[in-house]
């Protein structure tokens, strides 16, 4: 409050300074020429008349008192003394007084007014100008009064003078100034009040659209002219007519669309019908008013599609019903009419929508569906195998004889399935979880279990089921099929046995190599202990000179224990061939691998003159496998090249890469090649194109390559020799791997 006052109280203190001072030099003026009291009051007066002007109130009441007072104490005998003695005198101090504070309160109370109407302009200028809205005044001469905004909205000098109506016309849009004309002579006609909308040409050549209100003045009953406004409009007409665009649109496409679209009121009235309906139904849009639309459902569907529509208004829930409706040829066709509520904020439903599907053909092919279905029992009764049909969701419907005479029940014993014997106790659980699985994801069932027969014996059955889909992917059903494999299943038993031998031979298979490769690992391993030796020998020499040569002594001992690493590397490895353990998948590195085997069988190569070579990718990521396995794989394949090549050397090739999200090797030499017409048999068991082969290397490498998720296959090369083949997946799949 303080912080107001203040200035306010400081703004007065400066006036009454400054009026004192001019009180003081008139005051004495006026005493010099000896003027008489009522000169001197009129003089004051006016000086009290510029301050109230000038000034404020408080400084115009102060200036008044001192005023007066300066009257009764120099012009009103006796001077110099505040006493009055004539009674005239007195009335006339009196009447200053009164005449001065009445001026200061008059003029104050202008000043503020007129404070008050400035500010008020100022606001109504602010608002047509952030409103761009203009107003103006007319009579029977043309405009008297332009606002400033009105200039600006029209795009000319606001500081010039209201425009004639012919300069005014010339402002309208040429295809509109006809209009204009016809309403100025309406409205000095008429003298009614209007509203309209028209366009303007600014000087700079653009386009506005204006809005003009205006209504008539009249002066005891007399026409004075109008007073209105202007108001730029051309956003809200964009706006406008992008809405009425968009509408047009989203009519077209709701009109374009195959399929009948209506609303409702919340109390289920109908409001509106697309073109769709009318076409289909000949009826017009205010006969499927309201309840009108009612008249066009067959006469059999019509008392339960009103009730269920009368049911759904009165509970908010989302509509379905499938009705026949009238064509305009007079033939019903059944669609399938859905509809929600729309709701606002308070969950209050507001509207209807809908939309509604001609389903005739569906109904036809469900008709033909039961038709079908009749005959696929005939056909399945005469099936010799175990095939029955289930829901959706999984309850058993159709049995063929054959289920029914293998288990001995009767249909609704074995929809019970789930709680009866016809599982075996060990096998229900995973049965169960499968096909709730199927059934949630729609995948194809596939599982192996034991089933009970009539007289009690459980064999092994192989079950699919494949889901049946409307046009729609929806599933409506499954096929379900019962192979009995109880005679595979001992099959696979002695299979395992066999793996198991195939295993013992594939041990017995790298021995005899590592065997067969004695003479060249013995060389492999010698050149290094030989190396260490003699690096030896050269330090001890270092060491006995006089003074000692510590630095060669040094690199000697280190080219030692290089040499002897490497022989401990390659001992390694051949005990690794050696060793009889479980097989052991971790993570291996392939090139790594390819580097030890090249390193094991450069003894093999290089007598017979082969030249081995590497086409690794840097990018293989490491695979979960059998390091020895993988091995074995890569040496039979390269010894195969290697013995290709023994009479006519050549190279070996051995290649890496990641293809197809899977890693593929490939091992190609440049020797005699295969036989075309062994091509087929090279994988088989015991047989070989080698006078001295047991015919066990590639059919073992098969078994280790599969066992792992892989394939291996060879080729014929463009040139001379063969090519051998084969991927690993970088997931490795789980199956039966080969003990090692």
Known sequence: MWDRLIPGISRSARQSFLAMIALAGLTFVCFRLQLNISTAGFLYLIVIVLLSLAGDCVASVVTSVVAAMCLAYFFAPPIFSIRVDDP??????????????????????????????????????????????????????????????????????????????????????PEDCAFMKRIIAKMLDDHLAFDFTKRIVRPDGEIRHVRSVGVPVTQAGLFQGFLGTEMDVTEQEQLTEELRRNGKELRDVIDTIPAIVWSALPDGSNTYINKRFVEYSGLSAEQTAGSGWQTA??????????????????????????????????????HLDRGVPLRDEGGNIVKWYGVVTDIEDRKRAEEALRLSEQRFRLIVDSIPGLVFT????????????????????????????????????????????????????????????????????????????????????????????????????????????????EAELAHINRVSTLGEMAASLAHEIKQPIAAAITSANCCIEWLAHEPPNLDRARAAAVRSDKHGNRAAEIIDRIRSFYKKSPPQRELVDANGVIHEMLTLLKGEATPSSITMRMDLSAELPQIMVDRVQLQQVFMNLMLNGIEAMQDSGGDLTVKSELQDGQLQFSVSDTGVGLPPEAMDQIFSAFFTTKPQGSGMGLAISRSIVESHGGQLWASANRGAGATFHFTLPIQVTESSPLVA
């Not at 009447?95 to 001065?100: D, G, N």
């Not at 107003?135 to 200039?151: K, N, V």
């Not at 009705?323 to 019903?332: E, I, K, L, M």
Request: net charge negative.
């Open 297 to 334: 459902i067959h006469p059999d569907d019509l008392e339960r599609s009103v009730g269920k529509w009368i049911e759904v208004v009165a509970t908010g829930k989302p509509l379905e019903n499938e009705v026949r409706f009238r064509r305009s040829d007079g033939q019903y066709r059944w």
């Open 88 to 173: 005239l005198n007195i009335v006339a101090i009196i009447a200053f007084l009164t005449t001065s504070l009445v001026i200061s309160r008059l003029v104050s109370e202008v000043r503020t007014r007129s404070d008050k109407l400035r500010l008020n302009e100022n606001y109504l200028s602010d608002a047509q100008r952030l409103a761009h809205m203009g107003c103006w005044a007319f009579d029977t001469t043309g405009f008297s009064y332009w606002s400033s905004e009105l200039f600006r909205v029209h795009g000319i000098d606001p500081h010039g003078k209201p425009p004639t109506v012919e300069e005014y016309l010339a402002l309208v849009h």
């Open 390 to 501: 289930m829901s959706a969701t999984g309850e058993v419907q159709l049995l063929s004889r054959q289920v029914l005479e293998y288990f001995g029940k009767s249909p609704e014993e074995l929809k019970s399935w789930a709680t009866s014997d016809a599982v075996h106790p060990d096998d229900l659980p995973r049965v169960i979880s499968a096909w709730a699985s199927s059934i949630e994801t729609g995948h194809p069932y596939e599982i192996e279990h034991r089933c009970r027969r009539g007289d009690g014996v459980y064999r092994w059955f192989q079950v699919r089921a494949l889901p049946m889909r409307d046009d729609e992917g929806r599933i409506t059903g499954w096929y379900n099929l019962l192979a009995d494999i109880d005679d595979r299943k001992r099959a696979e038993e002695a299979r395992d046995r066999l793996r198991h031998l």
